[in-house]
């Protein structure tokens, strides 16, 4: 009984983990709080600029904010879609946030299990020539 317990405790706690780490995402993205310096510069070039104009020539105020272009595109098409206000500014990042929980879940996954591998066969080895 206590074995099985044990079992669901450490299947269910990283999810009860990511869960968690969801709704403070959640939380911080509905407050909707003002626009950084930096953010706000951002935004001024998907307000003025066509998608080829975000890619073409430099951004307005480039030397103060280096944006990669994939998330120009993603912002800028999100922002033609649902419209222009900070939420929308922010849902690219929202997403990648909330992905990246659950993708950090699987590589520690990976990880422990491949470590613990390495561990088992070196300390094997060990064994065998002591």
Request: hydrophobic share 50%; net charge positive.
């Amino acid at each position: 009984m206590e074995k099985n317990i044990g079992q669901t405790i450490s299947r269910l706690l990283p999810w009860l983990i990511i869960a968690f780490g969801i709704i403070l995402r959640l939380e911080e993205y509905f407050l909707n709080r003002s626009l950084w310096l930096d953010e706000a510069f951002v935004a001024t070039n998907f307000i003025d600029r066509a998608f080829w104009g975000l890619l073409q020539s430099p951004l307005d105020y480039a030397h103060m904010v280096q944006t990669p272009p994939g998330f120009l595109l993603t912002t800028k098409l999100a922002i033609s879609v649902f419209g222009n206000s900070d939420l929308i500014l922010r849902l690219f990042p929202f997403v990648c946030g909330i992905a990246s929980l659950i993708l950090f879940l699987y590589m520690a996954k990976a990880w422990s299990c491949a470590w613990s591998k390495t561990c088992r066969s070196t300390a094997c080895g060990m064994a065998r020539t002591s």
